[in-house]
């Protein structure tokens, strides 16, 4: 018979396993953009950016982001 601590415990390491490897994929799909007004522009496509950490940039700033295409926006990972 399962014990409902050993399950709990499995489902919450399953979650942070499958949590890890999401992190790892954004990592891989993060990309350089420049700073230009309240956008950052990658590549030739500009984007609303907001950023996920608080940090000090400027226009004219190379950032990280992760771009998502169906929204038109990116979200700033780090400079």
């Given at each position: 018979m399962a014990n409902p601590a050993?399950?709990?415990m499995i489902g919450t390491i399953k979650s942070s396993?499958?949590?890890r490897?999401?992190?790892?994929a954004n990592k891989n799909?993060?990309?350089s953009g420049v700073?230009?007004?309240g956008s950052v522009v990658v590549?030739?496509?500009s984007y609303a950016a907001t950023p996920v950490v608080d940090f000090y940039y400027t226009d004219?700033?190379?950032v990280w982001v992760i771009p998502d295409e169906s929204s038109g926006r990116a979200i700033i990972v780090g400079n």
């Open positions: 050993i399950n709990s396993i499958v949590q490897v999401k992190i790892e799909k993060a990309q700073v230009r007004g590549g030739n496509k004219g700033d190379t």
